[in-house]
């Protein structure tokens, strides 16, 4: 027998909430032993919400992931790969939610996504040409996060290859955040651009990167001392650029170093954002 209408649009209304509602992330901290399931590609589906958080950019999507607990706690932003935001960012966020941080991915391609080589070089390079644009959209992050009652007021930054390197320029260029993780992103070597940040580093490089070498990683270690910097730098010899957030693509390789890299940050958040 068929349902009445009205029944089955509330049925269609209940499948729509259910697929759409977002849900707080109940904590649950990776063990000492532990990495998140994100970074391995064994997450579930994101749990977080879209939100537009840059009024300048509707177009910015971001992604909103909120720890389940009403306590006020740290932020993290997070600054996707050269492809765009990807579910495997968002996952992440997820993760950081877990361990207690309210976590926003940023969308710096104004939700767009890039699908092969050459469409991720010409989003690098749109973006790129306007840096100011970049901070603009991270500032609006970071003040988003920071107006929200369950955030305490501290916000880091952290990001991954393109990521790494925009969250060096934002370090650089704007003093709204408490904190930068730099993984394996572009990097520069003048102690007089250095002295613009006013709070520790973390960096996290892979030994057979042929972009990132170790010699620039010992020139930009070089100019964080120099300029007086508080700075954790590491680089792990016997892997490859990307070996953090994709951990899945060699485990027998990147698990080690991955979980290293993983205490590293959860150990620099903590001094950073308590």
């Known amino acids: 027998m068929k ?19 977002s849900a707080d992330i109940p904590i649950s901290p990776t063990s000492n032993d532990q990495l998140p399931d994100a970074i391995v590609g ?34 993290v932003i997070l600054i996707h790969e050269w492809n765009g935001l990807t579910d495997r960012v968002r996952q992440t966020a997820d ?3 877990a361990e207690g941080y309210v976590a926003l991915a940023a969308d710096l391609y104004s939700g767009r996504v890039g699908t092969s080589r050459e469409e991720n070089m010409a989003l690098v390079r749109e973006t790129l040409a306007d840096m100011d644009e970049i901070v603009n959209n991270l500032d609006a992050a970071a003040s988003y996060l920071k107006g929200r009652s369950d955030v305490n007021g501290k916000v880091a930054a952290i990001g991954w290859c393109y990521g790494g390197g925009v969250a060096l320029s934002y370090a650089l260029g704007s003093d709204n955040h408490e904190g930068t993780a730099i993984f394996y992103g572009r990097l520069l070597d003048d102690p007089e651009e250095m002295k613009k940040i006013h709070h520790e580093i973390l960096g996290t490089f892979a030994g057979l ?16 001392r120099q300029a007086k910097v508080a700075n954790d730098v590491h680089v792990y010899d016997d892997v490859q650029h990307g070996f953090w957030l994709h ?6 390789r ?18 950073t954002l308590s």
């Open 3 to 21: 349902h009445p209408l009205k029944y089955r649009l509330f049925a269609v209304v209940i499948l729509f909430t259910a697929l759409y509602c």
């Open 42 to 75: 064994k997450a579930s589906a994101p749990l977080g919400e879209a939100i537009a958080y840059f009024s300048k950019n509707p177009r910015a999507k971001g992604y909103l992931a909120v720890p389940a607990t009403p306590d006020k706690k740290g932020a």
């Open 95 to 97: 993760a950081m939610a």
């Open 209 to 224: 990167d042929r972009g990132i070498t170790r010699e620039h990683v010992d020139n930009f270690v070089k100019a964080l």
């Open 247 to 252: 951990v899945d693509r060699d485990m027998e």
């Open 254 to 271: 990147n698990q080690g170093p991955a979980l290293d890299a993983w205490k590293r940050l959860k150990a620099y958040l903590r001094r």
